[in-house]
């Protein structure tokens, strides 16, 4: 199956600063790599997400890579902010007669004022 | 336009004892999958419903068990609790074949 190794586990920036989260992942079939984050005690939200056939997508101040060949993608965040602490999860998706993702570890990014 | 819901928000049980989590899909959605999250993990999946049928599961011993509504609400069975299974445990809904899926704010589950 599917395996997703996620990193760094702990990322500490200062505000304003840019933060990277790279994931790795096994499966060459996966087509499909959302992003979430996930503040203290609330649930999992979708922030960005990329398929296959796009290298980069950007939303504000959120990007995501993806590199197919070296089966790596990486989630970019600019201008840091303390609202942007949180554990963020990458995940990837393929089809095994439906579509299941398999998470990373998670990251916790802490933003200091 | 309401999302996805669960309940209840806390349970405690004690090991050997059995328990049923529910979840209501966001409107729209007819599928619903399950995941088991532990302290400082990520979701892991254990299964997923769409018309009332078990689609795919994860690797999970037959102790978890589920069951999908026809209004496509779903409810998640752990028999037999071993201390291991305290987690959060999320549902997550979404259309069939879909990528994108919604999660609700989890069940937490804590087996003394």
């Known amino acids: 199956g599917e395996n997703v190794e996620q990193h760094p586990s702990t990322l500490s920036v200062q505000e304003g600063d840019s933060a990277v989260i790279k994931c790795t992942y096994s499966d060459s079939a996966s087509n499909y790599f959302p992003w979430y984050k996930q503040e203290l005690g609330k649930r999992p939200q979708l922030i960005i997400d990329?398929?296959?056939?796009?290298g980069e997508k950007k939303d504000q101040r959120i990007a995501v890579t993806l590199n197919k060949t070296a089966k790596h993608f990486s989630l970019h965040i600019t201008e840091t902010q303390p609202e942007d602490s949180a554990v963020y999860f990458c995940a990837a998706r393929g089809y095994r007669g439906s579509y299941i993702p398999t998470f990373g570890r998670g990251t916790s990014l802490i933003v200091h004022p | 336009d309401a999302g996805v819901t669960q309940s209840p928000t806390h349970l405690i049980k004690t090991r050997g004892q059995q328990v049923t989590l529910r979840c209501s899909p966001k409107?729209?959605?007819?599928?619903v999958s399950w995941y088991q999250q532990a302290l400082g993990q990520g979701p892991q999946f254990i299964f997923q419903y769409y018309e009332e049928e078990e689609r795919q599961r994860g690797n999970f011993p037959d102790r978890f068990s589920g069951h999908q509504f026809p209004n496509y609400s779903s409810e998640l069975n752990v028999n037999a609790l071993l201390l291991g299974d305290s987690a959060l445990y999320l549902c997550?809904?979404?259309?069939?074949?879909?990528?994108?899926?919604?999660f609700g704010p989890g069940t937490r589950l804590t087996v003394t």
């Open positions: 997550a809904s979404s259309f069939p074949l879909s990528y994108e899926q919604y």
């Open positions: 990329i398929r296959s056939n796009v």
């Open positions: 409107s729209g959605h007819d599928t």
